[in-house]
C-alpha cells in the first residue's frame, strides 16, 4: 500500500482513496462537462503550464546572478577583514552578507563566518559532474550554493541555501504532488532544505521547520515518524529505503547486499556515515565524515567520471542517482575550491559557479 503522510501528527492514508484538492470538481467537469467546457479547462493548464516555466527561467536567473554578487561580496569583504569575513551588527551578532539570512531559512548563528559557511560548501562539494536530461537548465544555475539535488524520472530539482528552487523543464509534470508541495507555500513560509525522489512517485520533502511530507511504504513512514531524520534516500523497489537519522544511527530495507553488508561492519569505532544514496537500477553510494566513501552498482559512464574526477585529485563527496542512468557527482577540486559543473548529455556536464 501506499502511503502519503507528513509529519503534522496526521495518519498517513492510502494513496487511492486521497483526492488531491480540487481534483474531484476538475473530475467531474472533464466528464461531464460540454466540449467547450473542456477546451477551456484545456487552454487553462496550457497557460499555467507555459506561465510556470517562465517562473521557473526566472527564478534560475535570479539564482544565478545571486551567487555572482554574493561571491564578489564575499571577495571584497576578505580584503577588508580576512580574519573575520562578515559584517558586524550594531547589536553585537555577526552574519556573513555574502549569505544574508532570508525568511524562511535559519539564521547565522552570532560570530559565524564566510568560513564556516564555506566548510559546510566543502563538506557537500563546491563541483558536480552530471549526466541528466535538461542539463543546459540546471548547469545554467548550478553554484556552491546548491544545498541539494534530487533526481527523478527525466527530471531535476535544485534548492539553494538562500533561494527559491529552481526545476528542470519536466519536473512539474513527471512529480505533481511534490511539485505542489514545494510551489505552494508563501513567500513568509519556512524553505525546504531536503528532498529526495523515488520511483513509484516516492518523495520525502524537509522545511527548515522540521516538518516534514513524504509519500513511501508504510515500513517506511513508520522509521520516518521514529524520530529526527537528516537523509532519506529510495532504491528500486517501493519497499526499498534508507534513512540516516540526526543522531547518526539509520534504518534500512531492501538495499543491496553489499551496501547492508559495510554498513552492517560498521563498529563505535568507524567514522560517521555522512551520505547513502541509492538508484532506481540498484546503484549505491556510501560517504563516511572522514572523507572515504565506496559505490556500487553504476554504470561504466558513471564509473569513467568517477575515475577521471579522482585521477584529477579531487574529492567526491556524494553521488546521486536518477532514472536512466542520470546521475550527479558532488565533488570539490583539491586546491582552493571553486564550482564547477561537468556534463555529459543527456548530458553530461561539469560546472562552476
Known sequence: PRETASSGGAQGVKEGMTAKPGSAKVMSSLEGGSKNGDAHIRKRIADLTAMLHKLDDHAAALAKERARVAGELAKLL????PSVGVMRRGDGTASSPANPPATGVPAPAAG????TKAAMKDARGRCAAMCIEDIDRIAKVWSSSVSCIALGDACAALLFDNAPPVFSEQFAQKCQQLHAQLTSRSGDMPRAIFLAIGTEERFYVRFADGKQEWVASEECTADVKLKPVSKVSFGRDWEDYFILYKDGSCKWAG?????AAKLQALTPKSPAIANVTLGPDGEWFVGFADGTWEM???SDALGDKVAEIVKSGSHIKLITFGENDAWVVRYNKPSAPTQKVAASKPAAAESSG
Open 296 to 298: 556500487g552498482g553504476c
Open 255 to 259: 538495499i543491496p547486499p553489499k551496501l
Open 78 to 81: 576578505s580584503k577588508v577583514d
Open 112 to 115: 559565524q563566518t564566510i568560513s
